[in-house]
């Protein structure tokens, strides 16, 4: 057993338990996981009242630290995205502005809090846009300190202007699957070489072992 965790941020527009194609490859993604002993859990964002802002609680009624505390404790982060005029979802943006308070938030040896921790993304839609969605995402989350495993996407597109939901699809088309098993086991083993040796520290942070990055 490797006891690793994943969380899946469901960022579609609809609430539970309206079901959802954003919902249905999170939870594909986190069965393939569990096949390399990876324990996941799913939250849908749109189910929680997040305050628009960049600190890690934006004060009363603010329920964004429930979902920062999961995070924090998780291994692997998938973000499922639905596609939107070409570009990830409202509430997508929403959690990346978010952790946008991570980027000064360091552990006792200089990194940030979010280094040692392996992201994914999955994308669902009905026109083009996931390899702009999977790159926008991938630089946000490399950016706060999440490690980028190889092949770590998923994505689903109907053809353009189509009408189909990828919950409505009779089977999950093979290369679907077979992406979104290598997402998988390659996050599976990217996260567990990290939990077993993390990058080096930062050996200029003093005692206090805080360090703030310029900010831009």
Not at 41 to 66: C, M, N, S
Not at 102 to 111: A, I, K, M, V
Request: aromatic fraction near 4%.
């Amino acid at each position: 057993m490797t006891g690793l965790t994943a969380l899946a941020l469901v960022c579609t527009l609809k609430k539970s338990p309206t079901p959802s194609s954003s919902d249905l490859i999170a939870q594909q993604v986190l069965d393939e996981l569990a096949t390399h002993d990876v324990k996941g859990t799913t939250v849908r964002l749109v189910d929680y009242d997040l305050a628009p802002g960049i600190t890690a609680d934006e004060g009363p009624g603010d329920q964004w630290p429930i979902i920062r505390e999961q995070i924090l404790a998780a291994d692997i982060l998938l973000v499922s995205t639905p596609t939107w005029l070409g570009h990830m979802s409202s509430v997508a943006h929403r959690a990346l502005e978010r952790l946008d308070a991570e980027l000064s938030n360091t552990d006792d040896s200089g990194r940030p809090i979010l280094t040692g921790k392996v992201a994914t993304v999955a994308v669902v839609g009905n026109e083009d846009g996931a390899h702009n969605i999977c790159a926008d995402l991938f630089q946000s989350l490399d950016d706060l300190g999440f490690s980028i495993p190889a092949q770590g996407c998923t994505y689903w597109n109907d053809q353009a202007m189509g009408g189909t939901d990828y919950r409505d699809l009779d089977e999950t088309p093979s290369a679907v699957a077979d992406a979104t098993a290598a997402l998988a086991r390659n996050a599976a083993h990217l996260a567990k070489l990290l939990t077993e040796r993390n990058y080096p520290g930062n050996q200029a942070v003093g005692n206090a072992g805080r360090s703030v990055g310029p900010t831009c």
